[in-house]
C-alpha cells in the first residue's frame, strides 16, 4: 500500500550509496573510509556550524495573497464562491448531467426529468450547502410533512423528487466521452479519474488562479471517507480516516489548498522513477507557477536527501521530518542521542547543503533542512517529574523544529475547517464522494480568502457557520432572514470596452492613449465605459471578460 518507503529499507550502514548519499560518496566504501567520513560523528549544539546558507531569496511569481478582482474592497460570500463554481463549472455540470439522464433514462430507469440550467444548479449546490449547516440523518428527512421535525424551507426551492433525481444523475464528464474510456480499461491508457477529471482540473485551475500562497507552503496527505470497493483505496493505519480516498494537497500556512492531486495506485503514478513521494512533492511544488523562495515543509514519508536536493536546484527551500534508513540518511552512532539523554539535548550533522538535526523531547525528533540554522537560542517549557511533583522547566528547541511546528500545518488546518460543516453524505459512487469534496475544497477556500481579505481591511471576519449561512442564501436566491426571494437588482448602465485615448494625436495614443490593466498590469488601449479602468482585450489576454463575469 502507500505506507512503504520507496527509497529506504536498506538498513543504515551504507547511507553515502546510491542518490543523494554524501558529499564524495562512491559507489562502494570500505568500512575504514566510512569511519574517516566528518559525517560519521554527531555533533553537539555548542559546535559552530560554517555551513548556514544564506538567506533565501523570495521571488514569488505573482503578489502573495488573495488574486485580483477579489483583492478589491470586501466581497462577499456569494461572489468570492462564484470564482470557483463559475461559468465555465456551472456549464460543465448542466451539460454533462442532462446527458446523462438521457442516457439513463433510455436504459429504462423510471424518473422524471426537465433539462437542468445553471440556475437551478446553483440552487441544487445552496440546498447542499444548506444541509452541510442544518444536518439531519437523511436527505428525505428535510421533505418530511406532518410531524414536529418538518422543515419547510427546502420544498419552497425545489420538490424531494426534483432533488433526488439531480443527485442521482449529476456528472462530471461527457457521458459519450466516458463510455470510450471504459473500453480502454486494462490497457495503459485507461484513466482512472475519467469521471471527475473535468471538474478537477477546473476546480485546480481556479484554486491557483484566485490565490498565491506566501513563503511558506506544506506538502501532505488528506483522506475522505467512502466505502464503495475500488483499487484506488489506500489503507492508511496512522490516519482517523483509514479506508478512503486519498488527496496529496499542497496548501499555504493559513490552510488555503492551493494544489491537489488524487492517488490512483502507486504503479500508475511514478512516470519518472524516483518514487512515489518524490514525484508527487515535484508535481505539486511548480517553479513556473509559483516563483522561487518558497520553503516546502513535508513529513517522513516524502523527506529524502535526493528530494531535498533536487528542491534545492529550483531554487526552493526544504524542511521535513526523516525516516531513518533512508538513502543519504546518516546513521552513525557517534555521538548521538540516546534513551539517557536530557530532554532538550540537539545534536547535527551537516552533508553539505543538508542539515540533519536530532532533538530529544518526549522522544526522539529528526529533522532535516536546507535553509535553517541548527540553533537561535529559541527555548520552550516543558513539565517534568521530580520528587515533589511535577516542574516546569525551560529547554532549547532547534531552529528546524520551531519552524516546522508553524509552517507545516497547512494541510491540517484546511482539514479541521472542511470538517466543519462539510458537504460530504454517505453514497454508493465513488464519484459523488469527489464531487462533495471538491465542493468543500471551494467553500474553505472561500472562508479563507474571506478571513484573509477582512484582516487586511481591518474588518471582523464571518463565523464559518455564518459564511457558510450566506453563501447558501446566495445561491438559493433568498434574504438570510426571511427566506423571500431576492429583488431584482437596479438597472444599470452596459459595462462596454471603449478606447483609453481622448483627444490625443494619432502620434500619442502609442503612450499616452493607453493605462495599466487592472488585472495584469500591462499597457492597454482598452478601458471599461462604467468601471473607468484599464482591462487587457486580445484573444489571448482577455482581462476584460474575467473582469466583469462577476459583476
Known amino acids: 500500500m502507500m505506507e512503504v518507503e520507496e527509497e529506504g529499507g536498506r538498513g543504515g550502514r551504507c547511507w553515502q550509496r546510491g542518490r543523494g548519499g554524501g558529499a564524495g560518496g562512491s559507489p562502494v566504501s570500505s568500512r575504514r573510509d566510512r569511519s574517516r567520513s566528518p559525517l560519521q560523528r554527531w555533533r553537539n549544539v555548542d559546535e559552530p556550524d560554517d555551513g548556514v546558507p544564506p538567506p533565501l531569496r523570495f521571488n514569488p511569481r505573482r503578489t502573495p495573497g488573495v488574486q485580483p478582482p477579489l483583492d478589491m474592497g470586501d466581497p462577499s460570500p456569494g461572489d468570492i464562491f462564484s470564482h470557483f463554481y463559475d461559468v465555465p463549472v456551472l456549464r460543465l455540470l448542466c451539460e454533462c448531467t442532462n446527458k446523462n439522464a438521457e442516457k439513463n433514462q433510455q436504459a429504462g430507469k423510471k424518473f422524471t426529468w426537465t433539462t437542468i440550467s445553471p440556475g437551478e444548479m446553483k440552487q441544487f449546490i445552496g440546498l447542499l450547502i444548506y444541509m452541510s449547516v442544518l444536518e439531519l440523518p437523511k436527505i428525505s428527512d428535510y421533505w418530511r410533512q406532518d410531524t414536529i421535525f418538518h422543515v419547510p424551507f427546502p420544498a419552497a426551492v425545489m420538490t424531494r423528487d426534483r432533488f433526488m433525481a439531480i443527485w442521482s444523475n449529476i456528472h462530471m464528464s461527457d457521458p459519450e466521452k466516458t463510455a470510450e474510456e471504459e473500453r480502454k480499461k486494462g490497457t495503459e491508457e485507461y484513466d482512472h479519474l475519467h469521471r471527475v477529471r473535468p471538474l478537477m482540473e477546473l476546480i485546480r485551475r481556479s484554486c491557483k488562479a484566485i490565490y498565491h500562497p506566501g513563503q511558506h507552503i506544506s ?138 538535526v536530532k532533538w530529544m523531547d518526549t522522544r526522539e525528533v529528526s529533522l532535516c533542512s536546507t535553509v535553517h540554522p541548527v540553533y537561535n537560542g529559541e527555548t520552550v517549557h516543558r513539565w517534568q517529574k521530580t520528587g515533589d511533583g511535577q516542574k516546569r522547566i525551560t529547554v532549547p528547541r532547534p531552529t528546524t523544529v520551531g519552524e516546522y511546528s508553524r509552517y507545516m500545518g497547512g494541510v491540517e488546518t484546511s482539514d479541521q475547517v472542511i470538517g466543519t460543516n462539510s458537504m460530504h453524505r454517505k453514497t454508493r459512487g465513488w464519484p459523488m464522494t469527489i464531487f462533495q469534496h471538491l465542493l468543500d475544497i471551494a467553500v474553505t477556500n472561500s472562508y479563507i480568502l474571506h478571513e484573509t481579505q477582512s484582516t487586511n481591511m481591518q474588518a471582523r471576519p464571518l463565523t464559518r457557520q455564518q459564511f457558510q449561512e450566506e453563501l447558501a442564501a446566495h445561491l438559493l436566491g433568498v434574504t438570510l432572514k426571511t427566506g423571500q426571494p431576492n429583488p431584482p437588482p437596479p438597472p444599470t448602465r452596459h459595462h462596454l470596452p471603449v478606447p483609453c485615448s481622448s483627444g490625443q494625436t494619432k502620434g500619442q495614443r502609442a503612450s499616452m492613449g493607453r493605462r495599466r490593466c487592472k488585472l495584469c498590469s500591462r499597457n492597454t488601449p482598452w478601458k471599461c465605459d462604467v468601471c473607468d479602468v484599464g482591462l487587457c482585450l486580445v484573444p489571448d489576454r482577455n482581462c476584460y471578460w474575467q473582469y466583469h463575469q462577476n459583476l
Open 219 to 356: 506538502v501532505n496527505e488528506r483522506m475522505v471517507a467512502t466505502k464503495p470497493r475500488i483499487n484506488m483505496k489506500p489503507n492508511m493505519k496512522a490516519k482517523p480516516t483509514k479506508w478512503g480516498l486519498k488527496f496529496f494537497v499542497l496548501a499555504d500556512a493559513n490552510g488555503y489548498t492551493v494544489d491537489f492531486m488524487l492517488y490512483t495506485g502507486e504503479n500508475k503514478m511514478v512516470p519518472g522513477g524516483e518514487g512515489l513521494a518524490f514525484d508527487v512533492v515535484t508535481r505539486l511544488v511548480d517553479k513556473g507557477y509559483l516563483g522561487s523562495g518558497h520553503i516546502v515543509y513535508t513529513d517522513n514519508f516524502y523527506t529524502s536527501p535526493l528530494l531535498f536536493r533536487h528542491l534545492s536546484q529550483q531554487g526552493f527551500g526544504a524542511c521535513g521530518t526523516y525516516r531513518q534508513g533512508r538513502i543519504g540518511v546518516p546513521t552513525t552512532p557517534g555521538n548521538a542521542l540516546t534513551n539517557q539523554s536530557s530532554r532538550g539535548s540537539i545534536r547535527w550533522i551537516r552533508d553539505g547543503d543538508l542539515l540533519f
